[in-house]
């Protein structure tokens, strides 16, 4: 079906997903004050992380489709292991320099019950994307997210949504939002963001 003939409100729904990827993508925010909207319960600490307490948290929704690689990877059966999710695009500056950061994190936290995932946006072509995943040595999986569905409307209102390009989310072993950063990442605080989150279960275990 060509646009010509799309219905108007396809094409506006279109319209408004391209704008508001527009006006996010590669923002650079650091002040990590924007919300998804709604009461969200977070606190925002030093360096724009926005945390969720353990029992206010809340799922995403459905976080799914093909990688990069053509698989097939659906976040939900991630549920038991710390989830990193990391929104980017291969055109993006901040994405360039925090990729290094996720490929060490990412391979020194392999096993120990951390999983990162990937969701590559607006890069209309693999092409680009794989790319970078090989330039940074980008050892984790990335959903191909080309038109931002995922990124728009994998996280309800009222959520800890990526409303910018980079953008990171934290999942606990629940599969719930734990925090959530709306900059680049360098290794000290993409460690501090995940640590709480994967300690949870140690001071668990330690209290039984």
């Known amino acids: 079906m060509s646009f010509s003939r799309a219905p108007r409100g396809i094409l506006l729904t279109a319209g408004a997903l391209a704008v508001a990827l527009a006006l996010t993508a590669c923002s650079g925010d650091t002040s990590g004050k924007s919300g998804g909207g709604g009461n969200t319960n977070f606190v ?27 698989g097939e990877l659906d976040v939900a059966d991630l549920k038991g292991k710390v989830v990193v999710l990391n929104a980017w695009g291969s055109w993006c500056g901040p994405c360039r320099a925090e990729a290094k ?13 951390v999983e990162f995932v990937g969701i590559n946006t607006r890069d209309y072509t693999k092409q680009p994307a794989l790319a970078f995943e090989k330039d ?10 080309p038109h931002g569905e995922i990124v ?8 800890l949504n990526p409303t910018g390009i980079p953008s990171t ?7 719930k939002i734990a925090a ?10 993409l460690r501090e963001m995940i640590d709480p989150v994967l300690n949870e279960g140690s001071a668990k275990a330690a209290g039984n």
Do not use: C, N, Q, W
């Open 169 to 175: 989310v934290v999942l606990d072993r629940e599969g």
């Open 152 to 159: 728009l409307y994998g996280f309800p209102k009222g959520t």
């Open 101 to 113: 950061h996720f490929a060490k994190v990412a391979a020194d936290l392999k096993g120990k019950g």
């Open 44 to 70: 925002t600490g030093t360096g724009g992380v926005a945390t969720v307490a353990k029992g206010e948290r809340k799922a995403p929704g459905k976080l799914a489709g093909t990688t990069l690689e053509g």
């Open 136 to 145: 940074h040595k980008i050892p984790y999986p990335s959903l191909f997210d």
């Open 180 to 189: 959530r950063a709306l900059t680049a990442l360098d290794e000290t605080r």
